[in-house]
């Protein structure tokens, strides 16, 4: 897991992107008139299949450290071994670190640590995936799901920078071989924000015990939607249930009909047909690739009627490519449906869980433990080590923690 290398830092947005969502988000916040309307019957699939890796933690030889003792410095290190996997992933270390890289933010209100009047514990674990604009851009929906009680991990591949840097570095060479080279580009990014997610559920298990037994929810939303289905299909992400909210399949479909295609660097190419087959040829982790293997799968959907943002028919054809799945029906349009996520995806999330129950899976196959002894004296080289990657890393803007 380590080996991979991914990208990701918080990045300037363009300044007409950063406008185009002020303007479309205050639409959303005059006119929320939206009708969720519910499957006839929302059941789950068979659980998905993952890869659990393999966590070796060093047990320090302390003359005298009785039996009790061990497991504690063995979560611990867990933590910290998750803690140095997302630095890697995350790209942010080293000479030349990555431009765009992937975002990790993990959020635990006052109901995850046990302090103060938060009765009830966790719900669980969601792993959000959010839209184009990043992490700040799924707020409205952390906020809500934290209201909720769940602890929240947010993983953003940014698909869009990487799509105008892959479409930078390949100008000049023909249309199929830049469509190659994005896909290329896609399947990385969504390969590594996998293993990210990975990592940061394994550090919140280690970190918080309640955590065990509860669900873990996918929820992807907008273009978060469609690199979420790809995550998902990497078979790297543990989960219980998923939930892709108003998220529409061919990537090239989405950018050639999307209201905001003047965003995406590819949309003058979305109508060559050599550009579009070579992508499609090459692309693993697009989503209406990628869904066929979630078929059957423990997956819902939500998907918006009036959408012109991820084209309403591009999400039809993602519900179908994945089997046609439990679909809720959002009768409005894109915004609308996230600036009220407390009322929409919120309650649909919950639902999921209660199906799930404490019965989660994903925890039981998230790393097999082994161990290996080491002196004290080497354990404080690596402790040293650790702590100057993550000194690094935040130097370059890397992995943040937060408490609202």
Excluded at 126 to 139: E, K, Q, Y
Excluded at 248 to 267: E, H, Q, T, Y
Aim: hydrophobic share 45%; net charge negative; glycine share 12%.
């Amino acid at each position: 897991m380590l080996a991979f290398l991914g990208g990701v830092s918080m990045v300037a947005r363009p300044a007409a992107a950063r406008s185009a969502c002020c303007v479309a988000l205050a639409s959303a916040v005059l006119g929320c008139t939206g009708t969720l309307r519910a499957p006839a019957e929302l059941t789950l699939g068979e659980p998905t299949r993952f890869e659990a890796v393999t966590v070796a933690t060093p047990v320090v030889e302390h003359p005298g450290a009785t039996p009790d003792e061990a497991p504690k410095s063995v979560a611990v290190d867990v933590e910290t071994w998750a803690d140095v996997g997302i630095l890697l992933l995350q790209g942010k270390l080293g000479s030349t670190p990555e431009r765009h890289p992937i975002e990790c933010v993990m959020y635990e209100g006052a109901f995850a640590r046990g302090e103060g009047d938060a009765a009830g514990g966790p719900r669980g674990v969601c792993i959000v995936v959010p839209g184009m604009l990043g992490t700040h851009s799924a707020g409205h929906l952390v906020e809500a799901l934290l209201e909720d009680r769940w602890v929240v991990a947010v993983v953003w591949p940014p698909l869009v920078d990487r799509a105008r840097e892959s479409m930078r570095k390949s100008a000049g060479k023909s249309a199929g071989e830049r469509g190659a080279a994005l896909a290329g580009s896609v399947d990385v990014v969504i390969e590594n924000a996998g293993f990210v997610a990975q990592a940061a559920l394994i550090k919140l298990h280690a970190r918080r015990p309640a955590l065990k037994g509860k669900p873990v929810i996918l929820v992807g939303e907008s273009m978060g939607a469609m690199a979420g289905v790809g995550m998902a299909a990497t078979g790297k992400v543990p989960f219980d249930a998923a939930l892709f909210v108003a998220g529409g399949g061919d990537l090239i479909a989405v950018a050639r009909g999307s209201s905001l295609r003047g965003f995406f660097d590819v949309d003058r190419l979305a109508g060559d047909a050599a550009f579009g087959e070579a992508f499609r040829a090459a692309c693993e982790r697009d989503p209406l690739r990628a869904a066929e293997s979630l078929r059957g799968g423990p997956v819902a959907i939500i998907t918006a009627a009036d959408d012109d943002v991820v084209p309403s028919a591009t999400q039809e054809a993602l519900w179908r490519a994945m089997g046609e799945p439990p679909r809720y029906t959002w009768d409005a349009g894109h915004f609308e449906l996230f600036w009220r996520a407390e009322e929409t995806v919120v309650p649909v999330v919950r639902a999921i869980a209660e199906l799930v129950g404490d019965r989660s899976r994903a925890v039981e196959v998230l790393y097999n433990r082994t161990s290996e002894r080491i002196t004290a004296e080497e354990a404080e080289r690596r402790r040293k080590s650790v702590e100057e990657m993550r000194q690094g890393a935040r130097g370059n803007g890397g992995k943040r923690e937060r408490d609202p």
